[in-house]
């Protein structure tokens, strides 16, 4: 087995994964390629993508900002480019190469996701020359605009934006686009705007200009977005101040529903916490978070029966955070 073979697959032994298709994800690993193009100055820019159809790539839009004749690598095999179709706000460009024949990876989608999920982060981080796998979870995602925004805890650095965010049967399911400063967990963009993408109409000018929405102003950036320095900081005053406005304007939003009980629980306001909690729940069952929280507030005002209750709950909905919640309420840690 090549050497680059074997450090993937440890990596995925190591990221703990309780089931994954190791072919179905090598394939996935062969999909990552490297974009090149020098800047103005003679400096070498880079970042990456992933082989989504026949001769097409898909990478971040502001991977492409800095050089007027980009190309794709492989190895030590390169490729031209002779267009793209860009949506700017989105951050993704689809690339259409000359002549690529290579095997594109099947496209997931990211509503199929649930919190806890194992996913595989595949990308030239500090550019390297071999893709490299990094594993991690789904923390959230975030509706927006048929899709849903991927929050989480898959690394990447620079030289890895553009690059593939898989889950364990090796489908693309997000495009690695950026984290939040000291925020500690990684957004991709959702995996199913790619099929809208490829409405988009050619072009062959290159740099590709204009603002993606992570990069709009604090006050215009949607709210999952908004709560990341707050949250981060613990500042928890200003941070209540965001999520109220979050759940008045997007009152069926579970995510919202989630952060503004954890704000309130972090004002140590366990009431209106356990409120806030319920409405998450009642508009997503499945939203494992809201539930653990809900169990950590129970087991603190000692009411360890129901604490056990959403254990239960949580063991089959996402094991991790049953683990989590059972050294609390039995005490095995920090006690």
């Not at 550019?127 to 979870?137: E, Q």
């Not at 991927?150 to 889950?167: N, Q, Y």
């Not at 009642?282 to 254990?311: Q, V, Y």
């Amino acid at each position: 087995m090549p050497i680059v073979y074997k450090i993937l697959l440890l990596l995925l032994i190591t990221s703990n994964a309780n089931a994954y298709d190791q072919a179905k994800l090598m394939n996935a690993w062969s999909s990552v390629v490297m974009i090149r193009g020098y800047t103005e100055s003679g400096s070498l820019a880079y970042g990456s993508g992933v082989i989504v159809g026949k001769n097409e790539v898909i990478t971040n839009c502001h991977v492409l900002r800095r050089t007027e004749k980009p190309w794709v690598s492989q190895g030590d095999t390169s490729y031209s480019i002779e267009g793209v179709q860009a949506n700017r706000w989105q951050d993704l460009c689809l690339l259409t190469l000359f002549q690529l024949n290579r095997e594109p990876v099947p496209i997931g989608n990211s509503k199929d996701l649930i919190k806890g999920q194992e996913l595989a982060g595949i990308g030239h981080s500090n550019g390297s020359p071999v893709p490299l796998t990094t594993g991690g979870y789904m923390i959230s995602t975030y509706d927006m605009e048929n899709g849903r925004i991927i929050l989480s805890s898959a690394k990447f650095r620079l030289g890895a934006s553009g690059s593939g965010l898989f889950d364990m049967e090796g489908n693309l399911v997000g495009i690695n686009t950026f984290k939040t400063t000291g925020y500690g967990s990684y957004f991709s963009m959702p995996a199913e705007w790619i099929h809208q993408l490829r409405k988009q109409p050619m072009e062959k000018e290159f740099p590709i200009t204009g603002k993606a929405l992570w990069e709009e102003n604090e006050d215009d950036k949607p709210f999952f977005l908004k709560i990341a320095i707050p949250k981060v900081k613990e500042d928890w005053v200003n941070f209540i101040k965001v999520t109220e406005e979050w759940v008045s304007e997007e009152k069926d939003n579970t995510e919202a529903w989630y952060e503004h009980g954890y704000a309130h629980e972090m004002l140590l306001k366990d009431d209106k916490a356990l409120v806030a909690y319920q409405k998450s729940l009642a508009i997503d069952k499945n939203n494992s978070d809201a539930l653990f929280r809900m169990g950590i507030i129970n087991n603190k005002l000692g009411l360890k029966e129901e604490a056990i209750k959403i254990h239960a709950s949580l063991n089959n909905l996402n094991p991790a955070r049953a683990d989590e919640l059972d050294e609390i309420i039995n005490c095995k840690t920090n006690c």
